[in-house]
């Protein structure tokens, strides 16, 4: 037996490799699966010690009865694991069949003696089932959903006389033969299929269906025999006591056309339903009898009616090549195919063709003994057949490599498709018949989506459909393969853009020859090309080649789509250029308030500032800041100012707008809105001059320009204004005196920082009082005006004969205020005398003063006595080396001053050394003495102002060091470690 497992084991490892796969369309992979048999053979190198009577394979367990009564159990997921179970020591009695559940966990094997036993997945020893004693089992129908470990649950047992059992397995409780219970826990008859002569139960098959409520489970209960099938459909209620099934076989008692009979009894007969998965609902029977296999599908959901098989068939058993016909022992069911056993072979027939596509002849048979049987595991789709003294193994190598090619003979694409789409090639010739059959059968557009899938030649496709007098089909098909195209085929694209385009536009001309405008068939013809313009990639290929699609638009006459497309793409200046053309001046002023580049707005402004001035100017407003004001001057000065006034006020209110809330400072916008007020607003000029203000370097139009203009248009005082702005405050005055006195005073007194300069203005207007008004009151007035101005300086401007009574108060008042001028500054001289007096009385007590230094006086930075050697003596009291000071001192100076600190400290050093030797002592003698002496006099008081102008501690020296730490940075880590 190990050398069975290993085989298996082996086979299982080969048939799980991956195998090579095509690089394009899978030719390597298609070309391999032909070579190789959908049911691939395999011998088990086994030798059984008896002969083979029955096999069963459920769920990856194997089970063997042999002609000794014994059984061997191996797990297949575990095959070191084998177990001999031995069913009876006498040798009279034998097998008559077995039956292993789905789940591979309980095991029923029938005598030919009517003895019946059980054998659990957890024990190694059978029990006896004593209540099924006299019954020869032929078939177990399992509820696979209700089945556990421990139990059977309620199982339908069909007999060798045509009875159906229901009973109830329990492998619980086996050492306990205290009270002699078997593991049945009942046995009870529903049902004789074969009341006239006796016919065994070949086939029984419990399924679950959909319930009508939540009172009752609903089942289908399938059961065969030789030449018969039956169907039973019931309720059972979710309360029911056993036996469960009872009532579905009442409800089927006195039900017409229950069962189905075919011709031809061969004495026995196999029933096999397809499960896709493990526990789901199978999808299809197989029936073998004496007529043939009788096929079909099965629907437990209920919607069938009284039964579960829809779609049902009878397959020819295939002949030999002898035209002989022979009958199977017995047979299996896939998904696609039926394989029948016969004595020396296996056959296999496809399901959906009928046809035989496999056939295995086994070879010594008269050395193992002819065919006995064949089962299928569900879980691994592995096929086991037995003889006497030999078992082979089939696995199923892709059951679906052929089935597209049936659906597609019968014109079932979809399935086609389904079991093709594996493999390119084959997928390819699919969907190439599909289309094929579409197009002859006038479904054009549905033949168009598939031929977008194919791979059949562009060109040949097309001619199909180009030869259509309609042409939705070819621009559906073109319109799948664009969108099927790669982002870098861009010819390609750029080629089905253009075609597509044209024959959009050729039935939109058409419909319009036709007389269709207005209507709702040319609207929704135009509706669909545009949203076909407006498809991403459609949008790139035509904005990248748009004189192309514009040229093909145009060859159409279509304006509409030529608008369309320009505002897709955004070719505004193309959109805005048409509207202008046809004096449509709002809509293109609307298609430029759309778009954000700024150079249209300023290459079309101008002519749209001459047609609809107050919109234009709304949109600049509208755009803020974003537009440069003086780009746009060509729009405002190509306005017609002096014909249409609308055009003025709407280009003032612009400039306001820029200069007020933009606060725009360009100087010629200043100078043109100063030009448009000077010409046509001349109310607005001199509020706009004040505005400014008359700093000369604020202000923002051209002073010279601005004086010009006003001087042209006669604006007198704007000019007094702007000549005062200027500083020429003369002539200011000078132009001033011939508009209003007034103004000529406020323009007199602006120079406040020249007081001549005011004074001379305020002269020149009094001497054209005097002059032209002669009015003396008047002039006498200015004199409290000005209070620069004194009665002297105006009394040349009178002539001689005007006599003293005019000036009498004038002059008094003169007299008058220089009397108190000379009292004031009389009082100055006394208050300096004083002081003069004071200061030198000061000096005198200084000189007088002195401080007393004692013996024991120590200097306040080293702590030495300080008489042992030069010293400093502040009036504070503080005394100091005068090596201690320099040292405190020298830090806190500025790097200059430390220097120079440096040098006369040297200097003085060299000119102690030179007096130490007798040599210059007499030199100095010879030159004079007294020279020498100045000389070191002038280097001690130099460096005496420097270091010993205040004391350390008492000066600014100190206050400045405030912020300082008492202990340097690069000391501290030092002074922390010892004060640990």
Known sequence: MTSLIEEFERHAHQSSQPKPQSISLGLVKASLDEEMPIFCQQKINFDPPDPVLHVCARNNHFVMGMSSNVLRRIDLDHPDSQDDIELLKSVDDSMYDMFLDPTGRHLIVSMNSGENFYLSRHSKKVRVLGKLKGHKISAVGWDVYTVTDSSTSQILVGTSKGLILETDISSGGEDNRLFNVGPEQYVKQLYNLSKDKPYPVTGLECEKMPPHNNQEYRYCVIATLPGRLYQFVGGIST????????????????????????????????????HPKFRSPPTSFAWMTGAGIYHGKVNFSGSVGDGVILDAKLLQYPRDEDETRDYPVSMVLTEFHVVLLFPDRIKAICTLSGVLVFCDYFKDTSRFGPMRGICRDSLTEVIWVFANKAIYKYKVVRETRDVWKTYLEKNEFELARTFAADNAVNLQKVLTKEADHLFLTGNFLE??????????????????????????????????????LKPQDKTQIALLVAWLSELWLHEISRLKERGEEGRG?????????????????????ASENRSMIYDLIASHGDVEDAIFFAVLIQDYERVISHHIQHENYRSALEALSKQYSRELFYKFSPILMQNVPEETVDAWIRQKDQ??????????????????????????????????????????????????????????????????GQEQSQVCYDLKYALRLCSECNHQEACVHI????????????????????????????????????????????????ENDKNVKRVTEFLHECPLLKIEDILPFFPDFVTIDHFKDAICTSLQQYNEHIEQLKEEMDEATENAKEIRSEIKRLRNKFSSV???DKCSSCGYPLMIRAFYLFPCSHKFHTDCLMAEVVPQLAADLAERVSELK?????????????????????IGVLSVVESDQKIKEQLDDIIASECIYCGEIMISCVDKPFVKEAELKSVVESWC
């Not at 068939?521 to 290929?541: G, M, S, Y």
């Open 239 to 274: 309360s029911a006591e056993p036996p469960v099934f009872q009532s579905i076989f009442t409800e089927s008692e006195d039900a017409p056309g229950r069962f189905l009979e075919l011709p031809g009894n061969l004495g026995y007969s196999k029933l096999c339903l397809f």
């Open 447 to 484: 033949s168009a989506e598939v031929y977008a899938e194919t791979l059949a030649s562009f060109e040949e496709v097309t001619l199909k459909f180009v030869s259509l007098e309609k042409k939705d089909a070819l621009r559906h098909f073109l319109d799948l393969k664009l969108k099927a």
């Open 521 to 541: 068939k040319l609207e929704a013809v135009q509706e669909n090309f545009r949203k076909f313009l407006h498809t991403p990639r459609v949008k790139d290929c």
């Open 627 to 692: 537009l440069d004001p003086k780009r746009l001057i060509p729009a405002l000065v190509q306005c017609n100012h002096k014909k249409f006034a609308v055009q003025t006020n709407e280009a003032l209110r612009y400039l306001e707008f820029c200069t007020q809330k933009l606060g725009v400072r360009d100087e010629a916008i200043h100078n043109y809105l100063l030009c448009l007020y000077a010409k046509f607003k001349p109310d607005q000029l001199i509020p706009y001059l004040r505005l400014q």
């Open 723 to 770: 000549y005062a702005t200027m500083g020429l405050y003369e002539e200011a005055v000078d132009l001033a005196l011939k508009i209003d006195i007034n103004l000529a005073k406020q323009n007199a007194d602006k120079p406040d920082e020249d007081e001549e300069l005011r004074k001379k203005l305020w002269l020149k207007i009094a001497r054209h009082v005097v």
């Open 854 to 856: 004692q013996n024991n």
């Open 906 to 926: 040297r200097k003085l050093e060299k000119k102690e050394k030179k007096e130490n030797t007798a040599q210059n002592l007499l030199s100095s003698i010879a």
